[in-house]
Nanobody, 130 residues
Framework: QVRLVESGGGSVQAGGSLRLSCVCS????????MAWFRQAPGKEREGVAG????????YYGDFVKGRFSIVRDEAKNTLYLQMNSLEPEDTAMYYC???????????????????????WGQGTQVTVSS
């Protein structure tokens, strides 16, 4: 059974940093795509960052503005999201998502769609105070 387990969330002041982790287990093969999404109360889930295994492609939401970095460690079956210069607007539940499908040619335009991913974690809460 595939499992994605997030950790690393917490409460920080504006300007602080957090590193989220997503440990994957139970896979019979390698995920081709993995991503981080977030959802704030009353808002839709939005893509934060996506990673495609072939070519080590990385994609970010416009709101990231160079503050976050997505990193995948295949040896540890772990996906990370390093978040710096956090703002109160970053407060949300953060989710890890993954999929086995091969969609290299379209991933650049679909990485931030929830429908791209078949597997999801339970989320980790990030709260940024001003």
């Amino acid at each position: 059974q595939v499992r994605l387990v997030e950790s690393g969330g917490g409460s920080v002041q504006a300007g602080g940093s957090l590193r989220l982790s997503c440990v994957c287990s139970g896979m019979s093969g390698r995920f081709n795509s993995m991503a981080w999404f977030r959802q704030a109360p009353g808002k839709e889930r939005e893509g934060v960052a996506g990673h495609y295994y072939t070519g080590d492609g990385r994609y970010y939401g416009d709101f990231v503005k160079g503050r976050f970095s997505i990193v995948r460690d295949e040896a540890k079956n772990t996906l990370y999201l390093q978040m710096n210069s956090l703002e109160p607007e970053d407060t949300a539940m953060y989710y890890c998502a993954a999929d086995f499908s091969s969609r290299w040619s379209s991933y650049g335009s679909t990485w931030n769609l929830a429908s791209t991913y078949s597997f999801w974690g339970q989320g980790t809460q990030v709260t940024v105070s001003s």
